[in-house]
């Protein structure tokens, strides 16, 4: 076969001993001891199956010739090379939603330790540095990729010490690092997770259906959807179900409802790949014979386009405030989190498609709507992605899986890109 790798020829892998190593792998960590027992799979930051995770991790990583860390915020840092050699780094999370899949993130962590095995089998001195980020999913403390944020500069140290805090007790991000056994303190006296990266290759399941229905093992993603999180707080008046003529209402719910409606019809009419949601709605006092006084509502917005997110959080927020006004209630927008849309690195993804091109898999390039710590990433050090495909497109849900074959595919693809991006 042609070879992307500057070896002469295509490197081919053991694809059904790396199948069978990362289903051995994705098995162990589906258990008791890693998870949640109670709410499969739930394991996010400085809960204890998180701990015993990257324990496990370690353990697999130090078995490849790499050694371990975890810097002051719990990111995993491993490196097969002596600091200050341009590596290629590998990786994902190992943290889940709540009640989540068995794939998502530490499926991409475990290849990125195949690409590593392999390479060395195949007696290829690649320098590697494998890296599992702290709290991509938000489960622990309400905000999406910590540890890429804070390891790129794209969000101030001290918010992990004064405003992000624990959705369970309330407690820092700090606190919890410092029970942990971390200390988050000495952040800026160690290196970042970031440096002496050459390139950054994240392996992921698609979390969506395009490559199923497709027929395709593989996707190289080119660009990621930007992303708007916020707060929509109604006020109205809580009045009793039965005596409150409807005329008379100041319902908050209703004004909740309206303004779901309007966003997905937004989101419609945007298009531009826009996609749009209400995750969270709570009402108050929440009970069957009192109408609502007040609602609280998640707007999730997303596109590749930054534009096409602005327009949408614009027009929902003006909307939302005119069907309030309409029956004498407040309507009071609250930004959480802006990630802008993200484009990768031209010459990886190039990389990558050859590699998958001369691997004779079906693929596509193709943008992620999810959002990945290579978004934070990407503005630092050359990045991109590969997908694997899920089936029916389910994820964040125990109904979660992606096939193990195909994930062998993909290191054998990032392997050859890794070897074509050494050898430049």
Do not use: K
Not at 375 to 389: L, Y
Request: glycine residues 10%.
């Amino acid at each position: 076969m042609a070879s992307p790798s500057g070896t002469g020829t295509y490197v081919a892998i053991d694809r059904d001993a790396c199948a069978e190593r990362l289903a051995r792998a994705l098995a162990d960590l589906s258990t008791g001891p890693f998870t949640d027992p109670a709410a499969p799979i739930t394991r996010y930051a400085f809960t204890d199956p998180y701990l015993r995770t990257l324990d496990y991790l370690s353990e697999r990583l130090s078995g490849c010739g790499f050694d371990p860390r975890l810097d002051p915020i719990g990111n995993l840092v491993a490196r097969n090379c002596a600091p200050g050699i341009a590596a290629i780094g590998l990786g994902s999370h190992c943290d889940s939603v709540r009640g989540g899949g068995r794939y998502d993130g530490i499926l991409g962590v475990l290849a990125g330790i195949e690409v590593a095995r392999v390479a060395r089998e195949h007696g290829f001195d690649l320098p590697f540095q494998i890296v599992s980020w702290v709290e991509e999913e938000a489960s622990g403390f309400g905000q999406m990729l910590l540890g890429s944020r804070v390891a790129s500069g794209a969000l101030d140290p001290r918010a992990l010490r004064d405003s992000v805090r624990s959705l369970d007790d309330g407690r820092s991000f700090y606190d919890h690092a410092r029970s942990a056994g971390l200390d988050p303190e000495r952040l800026g006296e160690q290196p970042t997770a970031l440096d002496d990266l050459a390139v950054w290759i994240e392996p992921h399941i698609e979390q969506a259906r395009v490559l199923e229905d497709a027929g395709e093992q593989i996707g190289v993603v080119e660009a990621i959807a930007g992303y708007v999180h916020a707060d929509l707080e109604i006020r109205g008046q809580a009045d009793h179900a039965g005596a409150t003529p409807m005329g008379l209402r100041h319902d908050a719910g209703i004004v909740a409802a309206q303004t779901t409606i309007a966003l997905e019809q937004l989101a419609l009419e945007t298009g531009r790949g826009a996609v749009a949601t209400v995750g969270e709605l709570a009402l108050e006092p929440g009970v069957i014979n009192a109408i609502p006084g007040r609602a609280r509502m998640s707007l999730d917005v997303r596109a590749p386009d930054a534009d096409a997110i602005e327009e949408i959080v614009s027009a929902i927020t003006g909307l939302a405030t005119s069907f309030a006004e309409r029956r004498g209630l407040t309507a009071t927008a609250t930004e959480r989190q802006r990630v802008a849309p993200t484009p990768l690195d031209e010459h990886v993804v190039a990389a990558l498609c050859d590699a998958a091109a001369a691997s004779e898999s079906r693929w596509r390039r193709m943008v992620s709507g999810a959002a990945h710590d290579t978004m934070c990433v990407a503005r630092h050090v050359p990045s991109a992605m590969v997908f694997i495909p899920c089936r029916r497109g389910i994820s964040h849900s125990p109904a979660e899986y992606a096939s193990p074959v195909d994930a062998a595919c993909a290191v054998e693809i990032v392997l050859n890109a890794a070897l074509a991006l050494g050898a430049r």
